[in-house]
């Protein structure tokens, strides 16, 4: 389920937030263990989308894309992630 309807899906380089989501479902958060360090995701879809991801940014800092970098510092990092 986190890998395909949620869109938090392990890659080589890092870890892809792309989520799927049914129209009505709104915001969620979710906590994901990556190699090492620990990410709190909240993904927020105040228009409602199924698709498509607006910004995304870990720490505070905006992300090129929708590829987090590896944080393999055993860390608990946060995702803001806007769909649209």
Known sequence: MSQFILGIRPQFDGLEIDPCVPSNFGSFTVERKFRGATYEITVENATG???GVQSIT???KAINGTLLPVCSDGEKHSVHVTMG
Do not use: H, S
């Open 58 to 60: 870990l720490d505070g």
């Open 49 to 51: 989308v199924q698709k």
